[in-house]
């Protein structure tokens, strides 16, 4: 236990705790929705100091699960056990008092808030910097948040607004936020860290899993992520749910990612290196980018998009490569420069322009710039390119409930029921359904993903990169923005690496072969 651990408890209180009980054991919990049974008897224990890894493939369980354990949600049956004592979260203000905070992948943030503020916005009255009047004791309220964000190593200024924050401090305030309020509860706290490497760099990755490593020190973790590689890396013991049940408990020293990818989907990965080959003399691009500029974001970027060919840009936050693609598709306004589409060039692309030209864009934000929740899934999928699903100028719900069908079923979209809300899928099936908008289109001709795979397990993500070799080989053209080094080599055909708004490097891997560490160089 390090120096001054307890915050608002000593440090026999809780050795003693942690010392005799589970920080967390659940007996046959289960959930169901409909006819849907979500989670099915699950079963397992958390001893103090440990990290569990939990994994499955979308709609696997997982979230419902997080739910009910951080009072979202209530069982239909079970029991939890929070350090010894059984619990029923009537919301997630009990779960919080019994020591269980969660990091969600969305961040939950007050972005207007200091950094204290936020931490301190869940401690019960009374205890630490609010009073039971609600006043703040801003000197106590910001001592509390500091010795919250000591105990791992974060040395954040308590008094600075969230908003001007990078994402990797915001989930250090996040993680600062659950241990504070378990202190304030006198227990040793759990975090459940959510997919919180979903959309980190590389570095901000290896600063997440230092501060994981100090949370063994005062309390348990609960890490959910698709990146198996990571889970082997962090964690002590890697749990697998598939279809609601929990299948797998490993030690994470006794197994590989080849077998967990195999007890998560249930086959072996297909995963394979293209075969690729140099563009051809005299071929003419889909898309061709000259001198293209966005103030503040990106200067002078040049490149083409060829017929049945991925360009992967790559590229750090802060890079541009985000903003570029977004400025070709006609989401952002380019300061100079000239996008070429099919032949017709333009000094402004528009979105209208862009789609009737036959580009489509798979946007990083699926949830406010991709989909509506609202709007069920198979409206959602059509609704770009309805034509297929009409007879003049009015769509058939019949002729959309089979196209979205015969989607569902491509793309392994679960559960098949296209009727369903979008919004009530899981978020990595949100991302296939929104995937398939735009390879529903008839006359694609170029397809702009940015971080395609982001929130995908690595079955689905399989599957997604199944067809975008598809529609390669029929002829489409693909800008990639990929989440890692990784994913670019297995995938691309051309890499455009970006530092600073700028290129400083391509490759055509038809005969370049750039190491993980060439490309690393020119992203830094």
């Not at 590989?256 to 075969?275: D, Q």
């Not at 952002?332 to 032949?343: H, K, L």
């Not at 800008?479 to 530092?499: C, F, G, K, Q, S």
């Amino acid at each position: 236990m390090t120096a001054g651990a307890s915050i608002d408890t000593t440090e026999n209180e809780v050795t003693a705790m942690t010392d005799q009980t589970p920080v967390l054991r659940l007996a046959s919990i289960s959930k169901t929705f409909g006819t849907n049974k979500a989670v099915d008897s699950v079963s397992f224990e958390i001893r103090p100091g440990e990290v569990i890894g939990l994994i499955g493939e979308n709609g696997a369980g997982k979230s419902t699960l997080l739910k009910m354990l951080s009072g979202n949600y209530r069982p239909d049956q079970g029991v939890i056990e929070v350090n010894g004592k059984p619990q029923q979260f009537r919301g997630p203000a009990d779960a919080l008092r019994a020591g269980i905070g969660v990091v969600h992948q969305e961040q939950s943030l007050f972005t207007n808030l200091t950094v204290a503020e936020n931490i301190e916005v869940n401690t019960p009255a009374g205890r630490g910097g609010v009073s039971r009047l609600g006043l703040y004791n801003w000197r106590r309220l910001n001592a509390d948040a500091a010795r919250a964000l000591d105990l791992i190593g974060s040395h954040l200024n308590p008094n600075t607004h969230v908003s001007d924050l990078s994402f990797i401090d915001r989930q250090m305030v996040e993680i600062a936020r659950a241990i504070r309020v378990s202190a304030s509860s006198h227990t040793p706290p759990l975090v459940i860290l959510d997919e919180p490497t979903s959309i980190l760099e590389r570095t901000e990755t290896a600063i997440l899993e230092r501060e994981i490593s100090k949370l063994r020190d005062i309390g348990s973790v609960i890490f959910v992520s698709h990146r198996l590689d990571e889970v082997l890396r962090i964690c002590d013991r890697v749990l697998v749910m598939s279809n609601g049940r929990l299948i797998a408990d490993r030690p994470s020293r006794e197994t590989n990612e080849a077998e967990l990818f195999r007890l998560m989907v249930g086959r072996e990965t297909h995963a394979a290196v293209r075969n690729r080959t140099s563009v051809q003399p005299g071929t003419v691009p889909v898309i061709a980018v000259k001198n293209l500029s966005r103030q503040g974001e990106f200067s002078d970027v040049t490149f083409d998009a060829f017929p049945g060919r991925v360009v992967a840009v790559l590229g750090t936050s802060g890079s541009g490569r985000e903003s570029l693609v977004r400025t070709i598709f006609g989401a952002e306004a380019p300061s100079a420069g000239i996008v070429t589409i099919a032949g017709d060039e333009s000094h402004r692309p528009s979105i209208g322009h862009s789609v009737k030209k036959g580009i489509g864009y798979l946007p990083a934000e699926r949830k406010t710039e991709g989909m509506f929740g609202e709007m069920p899934a198979d409206e959602n999928l059509t609704l770009t390119h309805p034509a297929g699903a009409a007879v003049g100028p009015f769509e058939l719900p019949r002729r959309r409930r089979a196209i979205a069908t015969e989607w569902f079923e491509r793309l392994d979209i679960r559960p098949r029921t296209p009727e369903r809300m979008l919004g009530d899928f899981s978020g990595g099936n949100q991302q296939k359904v929104v995937l398939a908008k735009w390879l529903n289109s008839p006359e694609l001709s170029a397809l702009l993903l940015d971080h395609p795979l982001r929130g995908l397990d690595p079955g689905a993500a399989e599957t997604v990169n199944e067809q975008v070799r598809a529609i390669c080989d029929a002829g489409t053209a693909v800008v990639l923005i990929p989440d890692t080094i990784e994913e670019a080599l297995e995938i691309a055909d051309d890499i455009v690496v970006m530092r600073d708004g700028r290129i400083s490097g391509t490759y055509d891997l038809g005969h370049d072969d750039p190491t993980t560490l060439d490309l690393l160089e020119r992203m830094l």
